[in-house]
């Protein structure tokens, strides 16, 4: 395939607010909420050989002409016959992107409730996130190893609390 842009690059911004307000002299109400759209290119890396140390589990990196003792053929090259040789760490020959596209929302609210003794407290909060993530983890030009990973995820939480009493006693 042909070699893709290199990757280092983001276009990412954000917008968040909140809003506070008092509907009578016994409850407080706080609204928050917010959304971010990053879209992004990963820091390149650079293909090499690896093998394994003798323990087996151990992976090193070896020198771009040193064989693989995991796979024999050409030095440098990994055990699918491929070898980056252009001596740029910051280019690559990847046949398809690295990149990261996602849009993330939230909101939530607030409400404080003076009950005379004791407040009542109530947050709500909502969070809706769609991510997706690719990239071609072989470094190079072949067909071998892709990630694809999708997240479309909706969350919803509540929590209530009730708090009160006087020092040194706190609930």
């Known amino acids: 395939g042909e ?12 917008v968040r607010g909140q809003l506070q307000f008092q509907p009578n002299d ?12 990053a879209d992004f290119s990963p820091t390149p890396y650079e293909h090499g050989s690896v093998t ?3 323990d087996g589990v151990t992976v090193v990196s070896l020198p771009p002409d ?24 910051f280019a690559q020959e ?7 596209d996602m849009q993330k929302t939230g909101a939530s609210v607030t ?10 407290t109530s947050i709500t909060g909502y969070e809706d996130v769609d991510k997706l993530y ?14 694809d990973d999708f997240l479309d995820s909706e969350q919803w939480s509540q ?7 006087d020092a040194p006693f706190r609930w």
């Open 159 to 165: 929590e209530l609390r009730l708090a009160g009493g």
């Open 134 to 147: 690719q990239e071609d983890a072989d470094a190079g030009p072949g067909d071998f190893i892709k990630v």
């Open 94 to 100: 990847n046949n398809r992107p690295k990149r990261t």
């Open 3 to 14: 070699p893709v842009e290199d990757g280092g690059t983001a276009d990412e911004y954000s």
């Open 66 to 89: 040193e064989p693989n003792p995991l796979c024999p053929g050409t030095p440098g090259a990994d055990c699918l016959g491929y070898q980056d040789r252009d001596g740029d760490p």
């Open 52 to 54: 394994l140390l003798p």
């Open 26 to 37: 016994q409850s407080n109400v706080l609204l928050s909420a917010y959304y971010i759209d």
């Open 111 to 120: 409400i404080d409730w003076n009950l005379g003794g004791a407040t009542l």
